[in-house]
């Protein structure tokens, strides 16, 4: 990657460079890390109707469909 660019990604350069110490084919399991990743975020929206962080959801939408009566009657 160009170094005028890395900057924006530092975690992404930092792990680059770690990877890049091995001799491996990257093109070649880029699949395999593709799938990877798509199997831990299947695992975090499965999990997030259970956890803590449903309030990301659940939050906004209560604000948006709640009844604001009582606000306007103060």
Do not use: M, R
């Amino acid at each position: 990657a160009p170094s005028d660019v890395t900057s924006y990604s530092f975690i992404g350069t930092f792990v680059a460079w770690i990877l890049n110490t091995f001799a491996v084919s990257w093109q070649s399991i880029f699949g395999v890390f593709w799938y990877i990743h798509v199997v831990f975020w299947a695992f975090f929206l499965i999990y997030l109707p259970f956890g803590k962080l449903k309030h990301i959801i659940t939050t906004p939408l209560n604000l948006l469909l709640s009844n604001n009566e009582k606000e306007k009657q103060v």
